[in-house]
């Protein structure tokens, strides 16, 4: 677990020293260390590794939604500069309703691909049914990855002037992780 807590840090600031994408370097040698887990920790390990990072990732997630909400109402204040409050809960709300209806896109589209290619290919199930495609699609990604993407558009752009309609931008983020 000491590897595994120590080596990003030490991937990061070796490909930041050399002038190499610090993420991308951690992002690699995590797909790295994944591929040889097996040859590198015990079952033993490899079983308590997962409990503590499913835990971790648990209060992590926990965090970052007690985050949201300790910054929402700032956010909403400051949205009155670029645009009403009730229109941007509409276009939170018709953002969500596009983002679920492409979901279920995805999924229903994997599914009949599937069932398409297993005409010619063997596929691990030919028929793959409709229950985990609903589910994907409803409960689909929402989180920490979006948020931290819309986190991190700078304040202000060239010339000192604010991101236009950054406020409104975290807002939709919010309704569609809400």
């Known amino acids: 677990i000491v590897l595994t807590l120590v080596s990003p840090y030490c991937m990061y600031y070796a490909a930041e020293y050399f002038h190499f994408s610090g993420v991308l370097a951690v992002v690699s040698g995590g797909v790295f260390l994944s591929s040889r887990r097996q040859s590198i920790l015990s079952y033993q390990s490899r079983i308590q590794g997962i409990n503590v990072w499913t835990n971790i990732v648990f209060v992590?997630?926990?965090l970052?939604?007690?985050l949201i909400g300790?910054?929402?109402p700032s956010i909403t204040?400051?949205?009155g500069n670029d645009i009403s409050l009730g229109k941007a809960i509409v276009y939170g709300l018709a953002i969500?309703?596009?983002?679920i209806i492409a979901r279920f896109l995805c999924?229903?589209?994997a599914v009949f691909f599937t069932r398409f290619m297993s005409h010619f290919i063997t596929v691990?199930?030919?028929?793959?049914?409709?229950k985990a495609p609903i589910i994907m699609g409803w409960?689909?990604?929402r989180g920490v990855v979006s948020l931290a993407a819309a986190l991190s558009i700078p304040l202000l752009i060239q010339g000192g002037t604010p991101f236009p309609y950054r406020n409104l931008i975290l807002f939709i983020t919010f309704m569609v992780i809400l």
């Open 64 to 66: 970052v939604f007690f």
């Open 60 to 62: 992590l997630n926990g």
């Open 70 to 72: 300790l910054q929402l």
């Open 77 to 79: 204040q400051q949205l």
């Open 124 to 130: 691990a199930d030919s028929n793959p049914g409709f």
């Open 139 to 141: 409960a689909g990604m």
């Open 96 to 99: 969500s309703f596009i983002l």
């Open 107 to 109: 999924t229903f589209g």
